[in-house]
C-alpha cells in the first residue's frame, strides 16, 4: 500500500513544543520507526505551516495513494476548505490528532475534517499515527 502522512502547522515543532501535551519525541526521529514497522507498504511524509500547501499535497497524491493520514493541526477547526479537499479526493483519510480534541479548548472540539474521513483518532500521543496505519492496513 502507498500510504502518505501529512501534518499541518507547527506540528515541525513536535518534541520540541509543548512537550506535557504533544510528547517528547521528533516526527524527523518518529517516521523511520514507523516505516520499519511497515516494510511491505510505502509511507510518504509531508509537513507544511500553509494550507495552501496542505490542499496541494492532498491534490497531489489523493487519486494515487491508498490512503492519507492527516494531522492538519490548527487548521482542522477552521479549514473549510481542506474539508471539501478531503471529501473531493478518491484516496480515504484516516483524520490523527496527537492531544485530545475534545477534551481541550472548545474552538478544538469542533473538525471541519472528521465528517469526510473514514476513522478519526485522537488522544493517543504520536502512537496515534501507527494506530492509524494498523486501521488502514486492516480495513482498506
Known amino acids: 500500500m502507498k500510504i502518505a502522512i501529512i501534518n ?26 514507523l516505516r520499519l514497522q511497515y516494510p511491505d507498504h510505502f509511507i510518504s511524509y509531508f509537513q507544511s505551516n500553509h494550507e495552501g ?9 489523493g487519486y494515487d495513494y491508498d490512503a492519507i493520514v492527516l494531522n492538519a493541526g490548527g487548521l482542522t477547526h477552521t479549514s473549510i476548505v481542506i474539508g471539501d479537499c478531503v471529501k473531493a479526493i478518491s484516496a480515504p483519510v484516516v483524520e490523527v490528532h496527537i492531544s485530545n480534541i475534545q477534551e481541550r479548548e472548545k474552538y478544538r472540539n469542533h473538525s ?24 488502514v492496513v486492516k480495513n482498506l
Open 8 to 33: 499541518g502547522p507547527n506540528l515541525n515543532l513536535i518534541g520540541i513544543r509543548e512537550p506535557e501535551i504533544y510528547g517528547d519525541v521528533s516526527f524527523d526521529e518518529y517516521i523511520p520507526q
Open 53 to 61: 500547501a496542505i490542499i496541494d499535497e492532498l491534490q497531489r497524491i
Open 112 to 135: 471541519y475534517v472528521t465528517a469526510p474521513s473514514v476513522h478519526f483518532i485522537h488522544g493517543k500521543g504520536i502512537s496515534g499515527y501507527q494506530i492509524a496505519i494498523d486501521w
